[in-house]
Every structure is written in structure tokens, then in C-alpha cells.
């Protein structure tokens, strides 16, 4: 065994997952491993895996089956939330050392030293099976980022229950994050050159429930106050959060981008009563016309599930009725996919996969269009982009409300904030040239 051993991470799922694994990255490091590529060969491998679909399921075994294949000599570690759920199905694959769920996701660094020190493979998978919020918040923290944009894990844990939904039982009650905490790590990576931090959850909305006094408006002014602070952005909301005193308050941070993504799922107020959401569709209009009236250039971007069970053809037309009216930025579009173990699985009347598939086409051609247009009403204007990637001198970066902007330059862009004309768009993107100071 080489005297630095090396670690491969597969992370799956959401941005939570993406922040948790990084944390796990930097631990492996302070132990002495180095981490690479989860394409490369290691001799560790730790699969972070989603279980929010079957397909889900499907693809975690997939990557685990891929990093065995990859090496078959390395220790393979799984952790997430497929294996809380499922830690039996994981451990029956052959090769796998170590199955722990999300509680102390952080142990399988602990583990892969074990494994490392031991120098062999385990006979039968070491299981770690304790619910999900048995240690309540699990400390971590990350102190560097890949690119200008950081993710930051505020909360995690669920209680809505939805009909759809088995992450709930994946990722346990509600849990906050401490608020010092969170501004110690947020300034810690402002200090580090950090351009934004995207602030998330399970369900981020629910931040500061389990704590006395304090609310998520609380927390983003906190932040806000934070020397030299860059943009501030929040993962996906329930639209049920947007009330007017929220509204109010966020308005006057110089920090939050006017960019929010909420989990809306359907514009059917009958399909979201059958779901099992704390809203419905005029709550959710409400909620974004209250936004657009208090932040500048505000946009909006949003989940839909079309299929959902017993979903009609005249609720499918109030979806698109909704869609059209609130005009997304954009829409992750998910046919709904039957999950064992939730309430929708078995109701009655599940729609066929070919008009879940027909409903999926029409929606996301209106999404196309409304796009397109929202690319066109910048064009000819100056926006401030933030840089974050770079291929053959085209830079790529993000307005504060989302938008895509590529710009040429042969200087280099990245992390920089400069204004951009913009000229055009192809209905995805717009292409601009830098604007002089």
C-alpha cells in the first residue's frame, strides 16, 4: 500500500449531498488520504448515494457496481440516504466493505482508515444502521469550494409527510444548523475568496423551527452583516415560507440574489391537496407576486411532478396555466415515478407512462418558450456576471437572478463580478461582451 492512500468520492442526489461529501472530502484529507478523481484509481471508494426515485435506487447501485468494477482490490464504503433506507440491498453487493446511512455519514472516514490499516477486505459489510437523526445535527464543515459558488448544508430533516416522498424517512426530523456556526463558516470561506454561497437543506425553509428564537429571515440578515460578503443564495423553498413579514425583511439585504428556486410541483391546487402539500397554487401566486413587487429583476425557477396519480387532463391544463402565468426561468420537469413505501404508490388511477411522457413534452416546450423570452428582454442591456468556468476563452458565469451569460475574453475571468453587454441568446444561454467599469 503506497504511504499516502487515495480516495475516490461518487456523490449522487442534491446539493446537500454535494455539500456533505465535500466535507467528507476534507476529512479524508486531514487523515492523510489523498483525494482524487472518483474516476481514477483508489485504493477507497465511498459512494454517496440519493434514494428520492427508483431510478435512484437503480443508478447507486450502478456507481457501486462501477467502483467495484474499477478496482477490485479497493474498499468500498456507502453512505446516504439509499442506504438508510435500503442498508439490507446494499450490503447483499458483492464487495462492499462498509454501509452506513445518514447518521455520522462522517464515520466512513474513520472507517476507510480501519479498512487501510487492516490491509484486507471485509468478509461481510460492517453496517451502521441508527436513524437518521439519532446525533440531531451532524457537525461539518467545508473551508474550501471547487469553484466561486459554495454550497452550505443549514438544515436537514423533513416533516411535510408528502404522498410522493420517502425522504422523510431517509433524513429524520427537522435539524438547524447552529447559527453561529453558520456565520463562522460562511465568513470563514468569504475569507477564503468564496464569491457565493449557496445556503440549502432538505427542506431549507425550515430552518430555525427547532430553535428558540430564531427564523430563517433571522439568519440571512446575520449573514448579510458579514464583512465583505458576496452573494447569498437559498436552495429550494416551500412556496408556503414567501408570507409578507418574510418578504419584507429579506428585501432589504444587499447580499440575497433575486433568484429563488421554489418547490412548487404542480399549478393544480386538486393535485397538490392529493400530494399532500402545506399550500396551494394561489398561495404560491401570491407568494411570487409578493417577491416580484419588493425585489428588482427578481426570477424564479421551480420543480414540477406531471403524472402525478389521478392527475386530469383539466388540472394538466392548470399546471400549464400556472407555468405560463409565473414564468419560470426554468423548470426540472420529473414524470412522477412510483416510490414503495409512500402513500401515492398505492392510490388509485396511476397515470400511463405515455401521457406522463406527453404531459412532460408540453410542458417543457412552454418552458422553452417562456425562456426564450425572458433571454430576449436582456438582450441589448448591461448585467453583472459572476465567472466561474472557462473553456477555450469562453467564460461562463451567472447573473445574480440566474441568468446564463458565456462572454470571450482572453483575460482571466475567473471569480471576477464584470458587467456584460449582452447581444443575443440561443434560448438557453445569452452571449455578451465585457462592458467597460
Not at 171 to 181: A, L, M, N, T, V
Not at 247 to 276: D, K, N, Y
Not at 377 to 389: D, H, I, M, P, W
Amino acid at each position: 500500500m503506497k504511504n499516502q492512500p487515495t480516495a475516490g468520492i461518487y456523490t449522487l442526489g442534491c446539493k446537500v449531498n454535494q455539500y456533505e461529501s465535500e466535507a467528507i472530502a476534507e476529512r479524508l484529507c486531514e487523515a492523510g488520504f489523498s483525494v482524487l478523481s472518483p474516476r481514477d484509481l483508489c485504493d477507497v471508494y465511498i459512494i454517496n448515494t440519493c434514494t428520492v426515485t427508483a431510478e435512484s435506487d437503480r443508478k447507486a447501485r450502478q456507481f457501486i457496481r462501477r467502483a467495484i468494477h474499477q478496482n477490485p482490490e479497493a474498499y468500498i464504503l456507502v453512505t446516504g440516504c439509499f442506504s438508510q433506507i435500503s442498508p439490507q440491498v446494499v450490503a447483499a453487493i458483492p464487495g462492499v466493505d462498509y454501509v452506513c446511512g445518514n447518521a455520522d455519514k462522517q464515520s466512513v472516514v474513520q472507517a476507510a482508515l480501519e479498512l487501510i490499516q487492516k490491509g484486507q477486505k471485509n468478509d461481510l459489510p460492517a453496517l451502521k444502521t441508527e436513524a437518521p437523526d439519532a446525533d440531531g445535527f451532524e457537525s461539518m464543515r467545508i473551508r474550501r469550494f471547487d469553484r466561486t459558488r459554495a454550497y452550505l448544508k443549514i438544515e436537514d430533516g423533513c416533516e411535510s409527510r408528502c404522498a410522493y416522498c420517502i425522504i422523510p424517512a431517509a433524513r429524520g426530523k427537522i435539524r438547524s444548523k447552529k447559527p453561529e456556526d453558520v456565520i463562522a463558516e460562511v465568513t470563514e470561506l468569504t475569507k477564503n475568496g468564496c464569491r457565493e454561497v449557496v445556503l440549502t437543506g432538505i427542506e431549507t425553509a425550515s430552518w430555525g423551527k427547532d430553535l428558540e428564537g430564531w427564523s430563517l429571515a433571522d439568519l440571512l440578515e446575520r449573514v448579510d452583516a458579514i464583512p465583505g460578503i458576496g452573494r447569498v443564495r437559498l436552495g429550494s423553498l416551500d412556496p408556503s415560507l414567501i408570507r409578507p413579514d418574510f418578504v419584507e425583511r429579506i428585501a432589504r439585504l444587499h447580499s440575497l440574489a433575486p433568484h429563488f428556486h421554489l418547490s412548487v410541483q404542480s399549478g393544480s391546487s386538486t393535485v397538490l391537496a392529493r400530494m399532500r402539500r402545506k399550500y396551494n397554487a394561489q398561495t404560491a401566486r401570491n407568494g411570487m407576486e409578493l417577491l416580484r413587487k419588493a425585489i428588482p429583476n427578481v426570477q424564479f425557477t421551480t420543480d414540477i411532478i406531471v403524472g402525478f396519480p389521478q392527475e386530469s387532463d383539466e388540472e394538466f391544463e392548470e399546471t400549464l396555466a400556472f407555468v405560463r402565468e409565473a414564468g419560470f426561468l426554468m423548470i426540472h420537469i420529473f414524470p412522477y415515478s412510483r416510490r414503495k413505501g409512500t402513500p401515492a404508490d398505492t392510490m388509485p388511477g396511476q397515470i400511463p407512462e405515455a401521457v406522463k411522457h406527453e404531459r412532460e413534452k408540453r410542458l417543457s416546450e412552454l418552458q422553452t418558450e417562456i425562456k426564450r423570452s425572458i433571454l430576449d428582454s436582456a438582450t441589448g442591456k448591461t448585467v453583472q456576471v459572476l465567472f466561474e468556468t472557462n473553456e477555450n476563452d469562453a467564460w461562463t458565469g451567472h447573473t445574480p437572478n440566474f441568468l446564463e451569460v458565456v462572454c470571450q475574453s482572453n483575460s482571466p475571468l475567473h471569480g471576477e463580478i464584470r458587467n456584460v453587454r449582452v447581444e443575443r441568446n440561443d434560448g438557453d444561454r445569452c452571449y455578451g461582451t465585457l462592458a467597460e467599469p
